[in-house]
């Protein structure tokens, strides 16, 4: 069984950092691309980030290209992702995501996490 767990998230305010983990089980970690994906209320599903199986291709969400850095550390299955330079418009449930598709705006994440909540705020 796949498992995402992810942690990491809180209360920032704007400026200020954050760095989200990701503990994946239940499939070969090396294999797979992941990524980061968001929702915020009232909001569709938003692609965030992806890093490759080989780790040396990542691509981000123009909204975060610049503050977003995504990571893996592939010897303990742990996907990682850094937020610097945190805005309001950042505010938003993230997941840790496995299989992600893009059709248009369109996101699909056949596999993901519980999530964690990144609320960013005076």
């Known amino acids: 069984e796949v498992q995402l767990m992810e942690s990491g998230g809180g209360l920032a305010q704007p400026g200020g950092s954050m760095r989200l983990s990701c503990v994946a089980s239940?499939?070969?970690?090396?294999?797979?691309?992941m990524s980061w994906v968001r929702q915020a209320p009232g909001k569709a599903l938003e692609w965030v980030s992806t890093?490759?199986?080989?780790?040396?291709?990542?691509s981000y969400a123009e909204s975060v290209k610049g503050r977003f850095i995504i990571s893996r550390d592939d010897a303990n299955n742990t996907l990682f992702l850094q937020l610097d330079s945190l805005k309001t418009e950042d505010t938003a449930m993230y997941y840790c995501?496995?299989?992600?598709?893009?059709?248009?705006?369109?996101?699909?994440?056949?596999?993901r996490g519980q999530g964690t909540q990144v609320t960013v705020s005076l």
């Open positions: 995501a496995r299989d992600v598709k893009k059709r248009g705006t369109v996101v699909t994440a056949r596999q």
């Open positions: 890093i490759g199986a080989s780790r040396n291709t990542a």
């Open positions: 239940g499939f070969t970690f090396t294999r797979y691309p």
